[in-house]
């Protein structure tokens, strides 16, 4: 999914405001969806043209928490919420899940970057208990593999002596 320019917003938008072309019919032209259509004709509405540029942001909790607040008291979607507050409705999204799954804490932290998973090195010892299980496993399979191959071939001589 690539991102669309400012430009082409603006192409969009002025084709719905100015031109009465349906969101649909609109959105097509650059190949977007409808809604993501209404979404920036409510931005366009609510902010002006100038908020359809909309740089990388990082948000603080308080920030997060006060979306979400609004969105309860004011019984908005998510579409009207990110018209409101010029934040991606996809953001807002994430912001609520992970509020419900795992509290107002969750919110606060930044949870930027990648996690630091620092492995510890293998032991001789673990090693060797992984080499044997995988031996083990092997040798299972192995016998498996024999039982089901001689279960074949008997069932080959009996249909061949049948004959």
């Given amino acids: 999914?690539?991102?669309?320019?400012y430009e082409d917003k603006c192409k969009v938008v002025s084709m719905v405001l100015d031109d009465g072309?349906?969101?649909l019919k609109a959105g097509r032209t650059i190949g977007v969806s409808k809604t993501t259509?209404?979404?920036w004709v409510r931005i366009v509405k609510e902010h002006g043209y100038a908020k359809l540029e909309t740089p990388k942001r990082s948000y603080s909790?308080?920030?997060?928490?006060?979306?979400?607040?609004?969105?309860k008291e004011n019984h908005c979607s998510l579409h009207e919420a990110s018209a409101h507050f010029n934040v991606c409705r996809s953001q807002i999204q994430r912001w609520e899940k992970k509020y419900y799954e795992k509290g107002e804490?969750?919110?606060?932290?930044?949870?930027?970057?990648?996690?630091?998973k620092i492995r510890k090195p293998r032991t001789?010892?673990?090693l060797n208990q992984d080499l044997l299980k995988e031996l083990e496993y092997l040798r299972m399979?192995?016998?498996?593999l024999k039982k089901l191959n001689a279960l074949v071939q008997k069932r080959e001589n009996q249909s061949y002596t049948k004959k």
């Fill in 1 to 5: 999914m690539q991102k669309t320019s």
């Fill in 21 to 23: 072309y349906s969101y």
């Fill in 37 to 39: 259509v209404m979404g």
């Fill in 61 to 71: 909790g308080e920030f997060k928490l006060s979306v979400l607040k609004y969105m």
């Fill in 105 to 116: 804490s969750a919110l606060m932290e930044d949870g930027r970057g990648r996690s630091s």
């Fill in 124 to 126: 001789p010892v673990d």
């Fill in 141 to 144: 399979e192995n016998e498996y």
